[in-house]
């Protein structure tokens, strides 16, 4: 991470790097990051470097380069907070309000403006396109992603992650672990459009074995849907319904379905290889 | 495991074990034996490059105070929260992109020296409060923080604020920060805290990115929240942050992730109330788009 540091130019568009570049690691984060450090430590974290640009009268930009250990963690990083539009930046990225997240290969990076106008919006942009020259190849998307039916699927609404705290970030389920997530367990979140205009969402998650998994079937149907019935369907909420099915290692959640009939067929339709 | 609150409990309404019951209950019923909550609020404390006005704000703090302990007058108020000759540490925030304002801090301290508190006995601090030799020899804590949703304990408020003095804040962090109401049992400030003041001139209702902030996500609600009990300080804080993130975010959006820890401070660690209809929440001062 030093070697990315000497690459990234110290001035651009008239921001000047602002004191010692910092590097921390998973033991230092909490250092760095208050209230978002559990947040990237539930993924693969190794090391996050860090500089500071100022501009006089403009405020500061903060750039932090995180090495997420493997493309599939850092694709897992971007995904869990699509908020704003694509910026063309990197393999893949998000820009609005000042705030510009890339993924690159490895590296997931955040450059933000804590005061956002015109001259910092495009100093910010331009800090990632320097940034990303910096980083290497692009890589692969985590393997789960191909299992998703691509019909009715709803762009960039796809989410990866381990753990609970990304799980209620993302969408909220429960106020305590019911699904037994840990940095164990991969999983997807995604949405898929309806003929209601609300989404049915389809929640996998790969668990390191088929008991874990059952464990963690009884467990959520216990807790969210305690009348479902044995295929683990259950009405809900303005006739949506809920369904959690097993195969083998894996569990599949489908929320707010409009019917009975929509559930099991995304359910069936994601493709989980063969052993 | 407790039945945890799922979604659907929320979306259906269920949502007391979070918030208690409605806040209108808790302003009709009588106020004995309730825990007072003041939320007073200035249109003018902020100007519109939100710059505080510093006489306003302390105005604000006195109205609060004197509110708060059935005194009129704010040095006699304080007086009831300390004793000349004692030392006070005021635990403040630091968090670069949203800190308890310095002028906050000044008006505090103005106030505790008034009531005859020396200065060079007045420590002010935040990441180094546990070794700091002004809170280690405190007598009394006054707990001064802003209002801000947190991506792991859903609400940062005065319950969260006190994370620096355990041995280990990380320690605190499983369970969406469940046990943080354990730190207001260790020796360094158990029954030493006298007055809790959740700022909310500008609160943050939601956060992005790695540092969890965007200026789109802070309002200019122009309000202090002041209490004796930093559970019922935090109670209010949440429905407010709550009611905005309603407003601005939608209803799914409504509850932060997940901020278990206020009620498991009053009903695992006890050491305040999280109970609405125990709450008396007494307004003053400017209530447009008041929201609690």
Known sequence: ?275 | MTHPLTRRDFLKGTTVVFLGASLGAGQDAPAAKKTRVVLVRHRDVLDDNSAIHPDILQGMLDEAVTRLVDESDPVKAFGKLVKPGETVGIKTNVWPYLPTPHDLEAAIKRRLIDAGIAEDRIGLDDRTVATNPLFVQATSLINARPLRTNYLAGMSGCIKNYIMFAPSPEALHPDSCADLGSVFKLPIVKDKTRLNILCALTPQFHGRGPHHFSRRFVWSYKGLIVGRDPVAVDTIGLRLTMAKRREVLGPDQELPPVPKHIRLADTRHGIGTSDINAIELVKLGWDEDILV
Request: glycine share 10%; proline share 7%; charged share 25%.
């Open chain 1, 1 to 275: 991470m030093d070697e990315l540091g000497r690459s990234i130019p110290k001035a651009i568009g008239g921001w000047q790097a602002a004191g010692e570049d910092r590097i921390y690691d998973r033991k230092t984060l909490y250092d760095y990051m208050d209230g978002g450090a559990e947040v990237y430590l539930a993924f693969d974290l190794r090391q996050v470097w860090t500089r500071k640009y100022a501009s006089p009268g403009k405020g500061e930009i903060a750039l932090d380069v995180f090495d997420m250990g493997s493309p599939e963690e850092a694709y897992g990083i971007l995904s869990c907070d699509r908020q704003d539009p694509p910026a063309g930046i990197g393999q893949d990225s998000t820009y609005g309000f000042g705030l510009l997240r890339i993924r690159q290969g490895r590296y997931f990076v955040s450059v933000m403006a804590a005061d956002e106008g015109e001259s910092s919006g495009r100093a910010v942009l331009e800090i990632g396109r320097a940034v990303v020259r910096a980083l290497g190849p692009p890589g692969p998307e985590p393997d789960m992603v191909g299992f998703l039916p691509r019909e009715a699927l709803r762009p960039d609404r796809t989410s990866y992650f381990h753990a609970d705290v990304s799980l209620n970030n993302r969408h909220f389920l429960a106020s305590e672990n019911i699904l037994g997530l840990d940095r164990t367990t991969d999983c997807i979140f995604a949405e898929y459009d309806t003929d209601s205009g609300q989404p049915a969402l389809l929640l996998l998650v790969r668990y390191p074995g088929a008991e874990r998994a059952t464990a963690a079937r009884r467990s959520f149907l216990s807790a969210y849907a305690p009348e479902s019935d044995p295929e683990g369907l259950a009405p809900t909420k303005n006739n949506a319904w809920v369904l959690a099915v097993l195969r083998d290692r894996y569990l599949l959640v489908v929320l707010e379905s409009p019917s009975p009939d929509r559930a099991r067929r995304l359910a069936a339709s994601v493709a989980i290889p063969a052993k």
